[in-house]
Protein backbone atom coordinates (compact mmCIF):
# COMPACT_ATOMS: atom_id res chain seq x y z
CA UNK A 1 0.00 0.00 0.00
CA UNK A 2 1.10 3.56 -0.99
CA UNK A 3 2.58 5.09 2.40
CA UNK A 4 1.24 8.45 3.55
CA UNK A 5 2.02 10.70 6.56
CA UNK A 6 -0.70 12.85 8.47
CA UNK A 7 1.10 15.80 10.67
CA UNK A 8 -1.15 17.62 12.98
CA UNK A 9 -0.68 18.79 16.70
CA UNK A 10 -4.09 17.46 17.13
CA UNK A 11 -4.76 14.19 17.79
CA UNK A 12 -8.07 13.92 17.04
CA UNK A 13 -7.64 15.19 14.12
CA UNK A 14 -5.00 12.25 13.21
CA UNK A 15 -7.78 9.88 14.53
CA UNK A 16 -9.92 11.17 11.80
CA UNK A 17 -8.04 11.35 8.99
CA UNK A 18 -6.53 7.84 9.81
CA UNK A 19 -9.86 6.45 10.12
CA UNK A 20 -11.02 7.72 6.52
CA UNK A 21 -7.72 6.75 4.97
CA UNK A 22 -6.74 3.89 6.21
CA UNK A 23 -8.21 0.97 4.46
CA UNK A 24 -6.20 2.54 1.20
CA UNK A 25 -2.77 3.66 2.40
CA UNK A 26 -0.70 2.69 5.03
CA UNK A 27 -0.39 5.81 7.41
CA UNK A 28 2.25 7.16 9.20
CA UNK A 29 1.65 10.07 11.90
CA UNK A 30 3.45 13.05 13.49
CA UNK A 31 2.30 15.48 16.29
CA UNK A 32 4.78 18.34 14.96
CA UNK A 33 6.89 19.64 12.39
CA UNK A 34 10.58 18.08 14.04
CA UNK A 35 8.74 14.92 14.34
CA UNK A 36 7.25 15.27 10.81
CA UNK A 37 10.53 16.27 9.55
CA UNK A 38 12.53 13.49 11.08
CA UNK A 39 10.15 11.06 9.40
CA UNK A 40 10.38 12.73 6.14
CA UNK A 41 14.23 12.04 6.23
CA UNK A 42 13.92 8.72 7.37
CA UNK A 43 11.53 7.62 4.98
CA UNK A 44 11.49 10.21 2.04
CA UNK A 45 12.06 7.69 -0.56
CA UNK A 46 8.75 5.87 0.27
CA UNK A 47 6.30 8.55 1.35
CA UNK A 48 3.66 8.89 -1.37
CA UNK A 49 1.82 12.12 -0.26
CA UNK A 50 1.92 14.30 3.44
CA UNK A 51 -1.12 15.90 5.03
CA UNK A 52 0.34 18.91 6.49
CA UNK A 53 -1.44 21.22 9.41
CA UNK A 54 -0.31 24.58 9.61
CA UNK A 55 -0.43 26.00 13.04
CA UNK A 56 1.75 24.01 15.12
CA UNK A 57 3.83 24.54 18.19
CA UNK A 58 7.94 24.94 17.92
CA UNK A 59 7.87 24.11 13.62
CA UNK A 60 4.75 24.74 11.92
CA UNK A 61 3.61 23.82 8.80
CA UNK A 62 5.14 26.44 6.78
CA UNK A 63 8.88 26.25 7.75
CA UNK A 64 8.05 22.19 7.04
CA UNK A 65 7.38 23.27 3.60
CA UNK A 66 10.02 25.41 3.30
CA UNK A 67 12.37 22.47 4.43
CA UNK A 68 10.89 20.11 1.79
CA UNK A 69 11.45 22.70 -1.23
CA UNK A 70 15.16 23.33 0.38
CA UNK A 71 15.48 19.49 -0.15
CA UNK A 72 13.89 19.45 -3.47
CA UNK A 73 11.16 16.97 -1.64
CA UNK A 74 8.34 18.67 -2.98
CA UNK A 75 9.04 17.96 -6.55
CA UNK A 76 8.04 14.08 -5.75
CA UNK A 77 5.62 14.20 -2.79
CA UNK A 78 2.17 16.33 -2.96
CA UNK A 79 1.33 18.54 0.05
CA UNK A 80 -1.86 18.89 1.25
CA UNK A 81 -2.47 21.48 3.68
CA UNK A 82 -4.88 20.80 6.41
CA UNK A 83 -6.38 23.52 7.45
CA UNK A 84 -9.67 25.60 9.09
CA UNK A 85 -8.89 28.78 7.37
CA UNK A 86 -9.62 29.35 4.47
CA UNK A 87 -8.43 32.85 3.81
CA UNK A 88 -6.83 33.70 0.10
CA UNK A 89 -4.34 35.04 1.48
CA UNK A 90 -3.15 31.51 2.92
CA UNK A 91 -4.26 29.65 0.14
CA UNK A 92 -2.00 31.80 -2.10
CA UNK A 93 1.12 31.72 -0.09
CA UNK A 94 0.87 28.09 0.33
CA UNK A 95 0.32 27.58 -3.33
CA UNK A 96 3.02 29.68 -3.67
CA UNK A 97 5.21 27.45 -1.81
CA UNK A 98 4.57 24.43 -3.63
CA UNK A 99 1.57 22.82 -2.41
CA UNK A 100 -0.81 20.54 -4.35
CA UNK A 101 -4.41 20.93 -2.53
CA UNK A 102 -6.33 21.65 0.66
CA UNK A 103 -8.24 19.60 2.93
CA UNK A 104 -10.30 21.91 4.85
CA UNK A 105 -11.75 21.28 8.69
CA UNK A 106 -14.07 19.67 9.52
CA UNK A 107 -13.55 16.70 7.29
CA UNK A 108 -15.63 15.48 4.77
CA UNK A 109 -14.67 11.41 4.17
CA UNK A 110 -15.57 11.68 0.09
CA UNK A 111 -13.95 14.77 -0.27
CA UNK A 112 -10.10 14.07 2.04
CA UNK A 113 -10.54 10.76 -0.32
CA UNK A 114 -10.30 11.93 -3.53
CA UNK A 115 -8.12 15.03 -3.11
CA UNK A 116 -5.49 12.80 -1.55
CA UNK A 117 -6.37 10.10 -4.72
CA UNK A 118 -5.90 12.50 -7.25
CA UNK A 119 -3.05 14.53 -6.19
CA UNK A 120 -0.82 11.29 -5.66
CA UNK A 121 -1.89 9.85 -8.93
CA UNK A 122 -1.62 13.18 -10.38
CA UNK A 123 2.47 13.32 -8.99
CA UNK A 124 2.89 9.55 -9.94
CA UNK A 125 2.35 10.66 -13.50
CA UNK A 126 4.26 13.62 -13.54
CA UNK A 127 7.43 11.25 -11.58
CA UNK A 128 6.80 9.02 -14.56
CA UNK A 129 7.16 11.11 -17.01
CA UNK A 130 9.86 13.23 -15.70
CA UNK A 131 11.64 9.48 -15.65
CA UNK A 132 10.52 9.37 -19.39
CA UNK A 133 12.06 12.35 -20.37
CA UNK A 134 15.53 12.12 -18.75
CA UNK A 135 15.78 8.71 -20.19
CA UNK A 136 14.94 9.69 -23.80
CA UNK A 137 17.54 12.77 -22.83
CA UNK A 138 19.80 10.78 -22.22
CA UNK A 139 19.82 8.34 -25.20
CA UNK A 140 19.37 11.59 -27.13
CA UNK A 141 22.66 12.58 -25.56
CA UNK A 142 24.47 9.36 -26.22
CA UNK A 143 23.11 9.38 -29.83
CA UNK A 144 24.34 12.72 -30.40
CA UNK A 145 27.66 11.52 -28.80
CA UNK A 146 28.28 8.86 -31.37
CA UNK A 147 26.91 11.10 -34.24
CA UNK A 148 29.93 13.56 -33.75
CA UNK A 149 32.40 10.58 -33.28
CA UNK A 150 30.92 9.19 -36.62
CA UNK A 151 30.90 12.44 -38.20
CA UNK A 152 34.69 13.10 -36.55
CA UNK A 153 35.75 9.74 -38.17
CA UNK A 154 34.40 10.79 -41.71
CA UNK A 155 36.15 13.93 -41.73
CA UNK A 156 39.19 13.10 -40.84
CA UNK A 157 39.28 10.10 -43.94
CA UNK A 158 41.30 11.15 -46.92
CA UNK A 159 38.46 10.49 -49.08
CA UNK A 160 36.05 12.49 -47.54
CA UNK A 161 38.21 15.44 -47.54
CA UNK A 162 38.79 14.80 -51.15
CA UNK A 163 35.13 14.48 -51.81
CA UNK A 164 34.65 18.24 -50.12
CA UNK A 165 37.38 19.80 -51.85
CA UNK A 166 35.35 18.58 -55.25
CA UNK A 167 31.94 20.16 -53.72
CA UNK A 168 33.87 23.51 -52.99
CA UNK A 169 34.94 23.23 -56.66
CA UNK A 170 31.81 22.86 -57.71
CA UNK A 171 30.55 25.54 -55.62
CA UNK A 172 33.72 28.12 -56.64
CA UNK A 173 32.13 27.44 -59.98
CA UNK A 174 28.78 28.66 -59.96
CA UNK A 175 30.20 31.62 -58.04
CA UNK A 176 32.10 32.38 -61.36
CA UNK A 177 29.32 31.73 -63.60
CA UNK A 178 26.99 34.56 -61.59
CA UNK A 179 29.42 36.78 -61.50
CA UNK A 180 29.91 36.79 -64.95
CA UNK A 181 26.60 37.09 -65.82
CA UNK A 182 26.73 39.89 -63.02
CA UNK A 183 29.31 41.57 -64.92
CA UNK A 184 27.42 41.74 -68.20
CA UNK A 185 24.30 42.90 -66.99
CA UNK A 186 26.21 45.83 -65.32
CA UNK A 187 27.81 46.37 -68.54
CA UNK A 188 25.12 46.07 -70.99
CA UNK A 189 21.60 47.64 -68.61
CA UNK A 190 23.38 49.89 -66.05
CA UNK A 191 22.42 47.18 -63.38
CA UNK A 192 23.17 43.89 -61.35
CA UNK A 193 20.35 40.77 -61.61
CA UNK A 194 21.72 39.80 -58.05
CA UNK A 195 22.84 41.81 -54.78
CA UNK A 196 25.37 38.76 -53.07
CA UNK A 197 25.88 35.17 -53.07
CA UNK A 198 26.06 33.27 -50.25
CA UNK A 199 27.50 29.69 -50.10
CA UNK A 200 28.07 26.85 -47.76
CA UNK A 201 28.98 23.30 -47.46
CA UNK A 202 27.33 20.80 -45.19
CA UNK A 203 29.83 20.21 -42.16
CA UNK A 204 30.42 16.45 -41.53
CA UNK A 205 28.01 16.05 -38.81
CA UNK A 206 24.25 17.14 -40.51
CA UNK A 207 26.28 15.16 -43.72
CA UNK A 208 26.03 11.90 -41.06
CA UNK A 209 22.38 12.55 -39.48
CA UNK A 210 20.71 13.48 -42.28
CA UNK A 211 22.20 10.20 -43.91
CA UNK A 212 21.00 8.05 -40.87
CA UNK A 213 17.81 9.78 -41.07
CA UNK A 214 17.00 8.67 -44.53
CA UNK A 215 18.19 4.94 -44.14
CA UNK A 216 21.47 5.07 -46.34
CA UNK A 217 24.81 4.11 -45.60
CA UNK A 218 27.53 6.36 -44.55
CA UNK A 219 29.97 6.29 -46.87
CA UNK A 220 31.56 8.51 -49.53
CA UNK A 221 29.60 7.11 -52.46
CA UNK A 222 26.44 7.25 -50.96
CA UNK A 223 26.73 10.93 -49.98
CA UNK A 224 27.39 11.44 -54.00
CA UNK A 225 24.29 9.57 -55.25
CA UNK A 226 22.25 10.47 -52.30
CA UNK A 227 22.82 14.24 -51.30
CA UNK A 228 22.28 17.00 -53.43
CA UNK A 229 22.28 20.00 -50.99
CA UNK A 230 26.24 19.31 -49.57
CA UNK A 231 27.22 22.42 -51.26
CA UNK A 232 24.93 25.18 -51.15
CA UNK A 233 24.75 28.53 -53.22
CA UNK A 234 22.16 31.21 -52.04
CA UNK A 235 21.98 34.25 -54.90
CA UNK A 236 19.52 36.96 -53.95
CA UNK A 237 18.16 38.99 -56.15
CA UNK A 238 16.69 42.54 -56.18
CA UNK A 239 13.06 41.68 -57.97
CA UNK A 240 11.73 38.16 -58.70
CA UNK A 241 11.73 38.66 -62.69
CA UNK A 242 15.42 38.96 -62.21
CA UNK A 243 15.46 35.59 -60.37
CA UNK A 244 13.71 33.92 -63.06
CA UNK A 245 15.99 35.47 -65.81
CA UNK A 246 19.31 34.87 -64.11
CA UNK A 247 18.39 31.16 -63.03
CA UNK A 248 16.59 31.01 -67.38
CA UNK A 249 20.74 32.06 -68.13
CA UNK A 250 22.58 29.52 -66.15
CA UNK A 251 20.72 26.47 -67.22
CA UNK A 252 21.42 27.34 -70.41
CA UNK A 253 24.79 27.10 -70.21
CA UNK A 254 25.68 23.89 -72.00
CA UNK A 255 27.97 22.34 -69.48
CA UNK A 256 25.13 22.66 -66.92
CA UNK A 257 23.02 19.93 -66.18
CA UNK A 258 19.55 20.92 -64.59
CA UNK A 259 18.49 17.86 -62.17
CA UNK A 260 15.16 19.03 -60.60
CA UNK A 261 13.47 22.32 -59.98
CA UNK A 262 11.08 23.44 -57.02
CA UNK A 263 9.49 27.02 -57.31
CA UNK A 264 8.68 27.83 -54.06
CA UNK A 265 7.80 31.18 -55.36
CA UNK A 266 4.83 31.02 -57.63
CA UNK A 267 3.83 27.37 -55.23
CA UNK A 268 5.09 28.89 -51.72
CA UNK A 269 5.18 26.54 -48.61
CA UNK A 270 1.96 26.82 -46.34
CA UNK A 271 4.05 28.57 -43.59
CA UNK A 272 4.79 31.45 -46.46
CA UNK A 273 7.98 29.98 -47.60
CA UNK A 274 8.83 31.33 -51.02
CA UNK A 275 12.26 30.62 -52.76
CA UNK A 276 13.37 29.04 -56.51
CA UNK A 277 15.29 25.68 -56.32
CA UNK A 278 17.81 24.79 -58.43
CA UNK A 279 19.91 21.30 -58.45
CA UNK A 280 22.42 21.47 -60.74
CA UNK A 281 25.11 19.01 -62.06
CA UNK A 282 27.98 21.40 -62.75
CA UNK A 283 32.01 20.14 -63.90
CA UNK A 284 34.15 20.49 -62.14
CA UNK A 285 37.96 20.39 -64.09
CA UNK A 286 40.62 18.36 -61.92
CA UNK A 287 43.74 16.94 -63.17
CA UNK A 288 42.40 13.25 -63.77
CA UNK A 289 39.80 14.70 -66.00
CA UNK A 290 36.26 16.69 -65.63
CA UNK A 291 33.36 15.60 -62.98
CA UNK A 292 30.15 16.90 -62.58
CA UNK A 293 29.19 17.56 -58.61
CA UNK A 294 25.35 18.40 -57.69
CA UNK A 295 25.17 21.75 -55.96
CA UNK A 296 21.78 23.61 -54.67
CA UNK A 297 21.52 26.90 -55.60
CA UNK A 298 18.59 28.91 -54.23
CA UNK A 299 17.46 32.19 -55.65
CA UNK A 300 15.53 34.65 -53.28
CA UNK A 301 14.72 38.42 -53.06
CA UNK A 302 16.04 40.66 -50.20
CA UNK A 303 12.80 40.22 -48.64
CA UNK A 304 12.41 36.46 -48.99
CA UNK A 305 15.62 35.93 -47.71
CA UNK A 306 15.26 38.35 -44.41
CA UNK A 307 12.01 36.59 -43.94
CA UNK A 308 13.65 32.79 -44.38
CA UNK A 309 16.24 33.87 -41.84
CA UNK A 310 13.51 34.47 -39.10
CA UNK A 311 11.73 31.40 -39.81
CA UNK A 312 14.58 29.27 -39.48
CA UNK A 313 15.37 31.39 -36.09
CA UNK A 314 11.97 30.14 -35.03
CA UNK A 315 12.34 26.22 -36.21
CA UNK A 316 15.71 25.75 -34.44
CA UNK A 317 15.44 27.80 -31.22
CA UNK A 318 14.02 26.09 -28.27
CA UNK A 319 11.81 27.55 -25.51
CA UNK A 320 10.14 29.82 -27.52
CA UNK A 321 6.68 31.29 -26.51
CA UNK A 322 3.45 31.59 -28.06
CA UNK A 323 4.78 29.80 -31.43
CA UNK A 324 1.40 29.10 -33.05
CA UNK A 325 1.16 32.99 -32.73
CA UNK A 326 4.73 33.45 -34.47
CA UNK A 327 3.62 31.30 -37.14
CA UNK A 328 0.38 33.40 -37.73
CA UNK A 329 2.61 36.38 -37.82
CA UNK A 330 5.52 35.16 -40.03
CA UNK A 331 2.21 33.32 -42.48
CA UNK A 332 1.26 37.33 -43.04
CA UNK A 333 4.69 38.61 -43.23
CA UNK A 334 5.20 36.35 -46.00
CA UNK A 335 1.78 37.70 -48.05
CA UNK A 336 2.81 41.78 -47.67
CA UNK A 337 6.44 40.30 -48.82
CA UNK A 338 4.79 38.85 -51.79
CA UNK A 339 2.92 42.11 -52.83
CA UNK A 340 5.79 44.41 -51.73
CA UNK A 341 8.12 42.12 -54.01
CA UNK A 342 6.11 43.23 -57.19
CA UNK A 343 5.06 46.12 -56.50
CA UNK A 344 8.61 47.33 -56.25
CA UNK A 345 9.36 45.32 -59.23
CA UNK A 346 6.92 47.87 -61.11
CA UNK A 347 8.33 50.90 -59.67
CA UNK A 348 11.13 49.98 -61.16
CA UNK A 349 10.28 48.99 -64.68
CA UNK A 350 8.17 52.78 -64.59
CA UNK A 351 11.74 54.07 -63.57
CA UNK A 352 13.80 52.12 -66.17
CA UNK A 353 10.93 51.71 -68.89
CA UNK A 354 8.52 55.34 -68.48
CA UNK A 355 7.13 55.07 -71.88
CA UNK A 356 5.64 50.80 -71.44
Same mark, same amino acid.
Given at each position: MERILIVDDAELNRELLCDILKDDYSIETAGDGNEALDKLYEHYSNISALLLDLRM???????????????????????????? $?? +? =????TQCLELGVSDFIHKPFESSIVKHRVKNAIELFTCKN?? $?? +? =?EKQAKT????????????????????????MMEFHSAIAEVETKLKVLNEEFSQEYHRNPFESIKSRLKSPQSIFEKLERKGFPVTVDSIRENLADVAGVRVICSFPDDIYRLAELFCQQDDIVLLRKKDYIKNPKSNGYRSLHLILNVPVFLSTGKKYMKVEVQFRTIAMDFWASLEHKLK????????????????????????????????????YHPSE
Open positions: PKTDGFAVIKEMKRHAWLQRIPVLVISS $EN +T =VEIEQL $EQ +T =VLEQQYQIIQMQAKKLKEAKPFNKLYKRDVKDTDEIVRQLKSCADSIEQLDYQMQEIRDKI
